[in-house]
């Protein structure tokens, strides 16, 4: 027992119940129905957009990968360039042809880019001494980063240049002489597997 005078905090009942307190067992219920709707409703609206996105498509018979780029009607491949180089990647317009004897026509004087389509260290810089030695005007030297190629390939521009990318196929043992018109150079020579050079 206490020795100080009472006052008004003293006439607390001494087996309070919690009265004047908000969280009563109704309010707490409320509140997990509340909580319980709110994830109810993301759930439905989670299932409502995958239905949208997935399932509505597939009955329309369109994909999300149909669009302005894949209906394109492109069947050539992205072109690529030469390292240290601005010429993109040729893209063959007719089949291979043998080469024959060079013929008299052949221009020596057109531009020649080199490239090396191998793994090869230093394929490139000989196939290039080899053009030089030949009596072609080397414009480039890098690595072959378009298509790949199965055998070393002789590519020319125009039409016009083919007589003398044969003649420079066969000074360098190439079989295969291709038409690229997207080649940033009169004539291109890439040194595939098996060059001999």
């Keep these: 027992m206490s020795h100080y005078p009472r006052d008004e905090?003293?006439?607390?009942?001494?087996?309070?119940?919690?009265?004047?307190?908000?969280?009563?067992?109704?309010?707490?219920?409320?509140?997990?129905?509340?909580?319980?709707?709110?994830?109810?409703?993301?759930?439905?609206?989670?299932?409502?957009?995958?239905?949208?996105?997935?399932?509505?498509?597939?009955?329309?018979?369109?994909?999300?990968?149909?669009?302005?780029?894949?209906?394109?009607?492109s069947s050539t491949p992205a072109s690529a360039k030469p390292s240290g180089t601005p010429t993109p990647t040729p893209t063959p317009s007719s089949t291979p042809t043998p080469t024959q004897s060079a013929p008299a026509q052949a221009d020596k004087t057109l531009a020649v880019g080199v490239y090396n389509a191998t793994s090869t260290a230093g394929l490139g810089n000989r196939a290039a001494a080899a053009v030089r030695n030949a009596g072609w005007t080397v414009?480039?030297?890098?690595?072959?980063?378009?298509?790949?190629?199965?055998?070393?390939?002789?590519?020319?521009k125009d039409p016009s240049q083919k007589a003398s990318a044969q003649a420079l196929a066969a000074d360098l043992g190439i079989a295969t002489v291709l038409q690229a018109q997207q080649l940033g150079y009169p004539l291109a020579v890439v040194a595939g597997p098996g060059y001999a050079g």
Excluded: C
């Design 9 to 73: 905090f003293d006439d607390v009942l001494e087996a309070p119940r919690r009265q004047g307190v908000h969280r009563t067992k109704g309010a707490v219920e409320t509140g997990r129905r509340g909580i319980g709707g709110v994830i109810i409703a993301a759930a439905i609206v989670v299932i409502l957009v995958a239905a949208a996105l997935f399932i509505v498509p597939k009955l329309l018979g369109t994909s999300a990968a149909t669009g302005p780029s894949a209906s394109s009607g």
């Design 139 to 156: 414009a480039a030297v890098g690595n072959w980063t378009g298509s790949p190629v199965s055998s070393s390939v002789v590519f020319y």
